[in-house]
Structures are given as C-alpha cells and as structure tokens.
C-alpha cells in the first residue's frame, strides 16, 4: 500500500503534518517529498534518496524527519555507513602509498643534531669561559609546556655575541629597549635544549640560582678560563692613581672583584685560587647586607691575570682586559 502523509490546508497551500506537529510546506515538490517517504519507509539512506530525486540533502532531510525506521532497516545502514568508511580508509591508504613512492622519506634523524647541545658535555677552555659566564649572568628555566631553556643576558652585545660563536648557536640575540632613558640596552641569547638543561644541572646549577649558586668541580688546568668568564660576567677591574698623604707622587690602586649572591660560590672559588694558582691573598666580604665580594689587590691581582689571560687570544671581554693592560703599564 503506497504511504500517503497527512496533509494540512492553510493560507491555500498544502503541508506535510509531521508526527512532532511540524508543518513542512509541500510547495511545487509534491511529488518529490511522496516518493522521498516511500523510500525512507523501505530504509533508503538520505544519500540514496538524494541521488534518486536529484534534490538537495537538507530538503530530503526536512521531508523525512519523521518516518520511522524498523530495527532491520537501522541495522542495515550502520552497515553501510561501516563498509562506506573502510572504503574511504582503502582510499586513502592507497594515495598515502603513492605519495610515499614519489616522495620518499630522507635517511637519517628528522631533526639534525645540534652541536651546541654536546658544548658543555666534556672541559674545554672555551667550555670553561662559557660556564664561568653562566655562573654568573645566566638563567635556566622550564615553561609551562615543560620546555627547558637557558639564557645568557648582558648589556654588552660584545660578550653575547663571543659566547654564540663559542657555543656555535644559531639562535639569534635578542635586544631589549628599557622602558627608562637612563637604562642601558640588555642583549639575550636563549637557547632551548632539554640536554643543556639537564648538563647543568648535573653540574650544580638551578634555576633562580642567585643566592643557592654551588661553584662546580672545575678540572686543573680549567680553573683561570673559569674565573675569567665569571669575572667579564659579574665581576670588575678597578684601576686608579691616588693621591696618598706624605707622598708626592700617586699611589697606583688595582683592584679585580667578583660579586655574587651566593656566599658559598665565592668561597670554593677563593679555596681553588689558593689550591690551584697559588694566590694567598684575598677577601670575602658582604657588601650591603645584599650580595658577597672576593676581591683582590696588587700582587695577587697581578697573579690572577697571568692565569685569566694565558695567551693573547683567549675569549674575553675586551674592555676589562684593556685595563689590566693600562694598569700595568702605569704601575
């Protein structure tokens, strides 16, 4: 027996009365939205009614909102829907396979291995400089993603720009503008590498190190590299002529300090100046109730600068070394 939907007059015009009490207006596709029901009642898909009318998908759908479907007929379209989907999956594995066959997979790591990332694996002079810096104007630090990163900040761009060519990074410096004129300009290098990470920490350091910093296990012979990195990073080198009482001429003064938060850190680094150069000589003090000094003078500032500077290309920071040089020639 054919299916004949209700019908229902208004404003001259036919509607489907749909079991929900909606009414679809029947327009000039009467004929069209019968045959859709009739085909949805012998458990036609949308898609098959669609193809078969040749009307759009979103009308069909209105059409047939309410007809019922007998439990064979829904068992019977999770089917298809299952065999439609393992041949869209057939498909699309055969194009992967073709895609592979033109466009093969390179041989080796995805990712090439950086060697910045085995810098601080074993001593060198240049190592040694590197992490005397970091010891004293470097940071690590963990995002929110777990991403693990260290940075070296300075406002000499001359010292940043000597640590990325001695860690061979490619990572770009950055330059920060401070908000106040008076203010100098801060150069970062960052660079982010869980096996860095994980290097330094192995070696002592921590993340907001300031006042926990751990001087490290330094090797004979890696010692003055060491203290020469720390002193361009935290450190100075005072020299002046000063004019003494009872005496004509003025009294040269030099004076190299290292400064840190850490007392611990400055106390192991003055017990290897004396174990390993010698140097006798020497104060730790605290300086404004704030940070801790060691500084040296005179003779054994002369002695540490035999062992910063071995030869004269070593990595450093020009302009403190240029006042050793103008100390000594005036001393």
């Known amino acids: 027996m054919q299916f004949r939907p209700p019908l229902h007059k208004k404003n001259n015009c036919n509607y489907f009365v749909l079991n929900s009490g909606i009414l679809v207006k029947m327009g000039g596709k009467v004929r069209e939205q019968k045959r859709a029901r009739t085909l949805r009642t012998q458990g036609r898909s949308l898609n098959q009614i669609v193809r078969q009318l040749g009307v759009s998908k979103a009308s069909v759908s209105v059409w047939v909102r309410d007809v019922g479907l007998s439990a064979a007929h829904k068992k019977e379209l999770q089917q298809r829907e299952l065999r439609g989907a393992a041949r869209g999956r057939r498909v699309v594995e055969m194009k992967w396979r073709e895609y592979q066959k033109l466009h093969p997979k390179p041989k080796g790591p995805r990712w090439p291995k950086r060697s910045v990332e085995t810098f601080f694996n074993s001593w060198t002079p240049e190592m040694s400089y590197v992490l005397g810096y970091f010891a004293a104007d470097g940071c690590m630090y963990q995002n929110k993603r777990g991403s693990k990163y260290i940075g070296f900040t300075s406002t000499d761009r001359e010292l940043i720009e000597v640590v990325k060519k001695l860690m061979k990074a490619n990572n770009a410096i950055e330059e ?77 003064v030099l004076l190299v300090r290292f400064t840190s938060g850490s007392q611990a850190f400055l106390r192991k680094l003055h017990k290897f100046h004396r174990s390993e150069f010698g140097i006798a000589s020497g104060s730790l003090f605290c300086r404004s109730g704030r940070y801790y000094v060691l500084g040296y003078s005179a003779q054994a500032a002369r002695q540490l600068y035999e062992f910063m500077y071995p030869t004269a290309t070593v990595p450093c920071l020009k302009r403190k070394r240029a006042i050793f040089a103008d100390a000594f020639a005036r001393m």
């Open 176 to 252: 920060y503008q401070p908000k106040y004129p008076t203010h100098k300009r801060r150069f970062t290098l960052q660079v982010g590498s869980r096996k860095i990470y994980e290097r330094l920490i192995s070696l002592g350091f921590t993340p907001n190190k300031s006042l926990t910093l751990k001087c490290p296990d330094i090797p004979v012979g890696m010692l003055g590299h060491f203290t020469r990195g720390n002193l361009d990073g935290d450190g100075n080198v005072y020299f002046r002529l000063v004019r003494r009482e009872n005496r004509s001429r003025k009294t040269p």
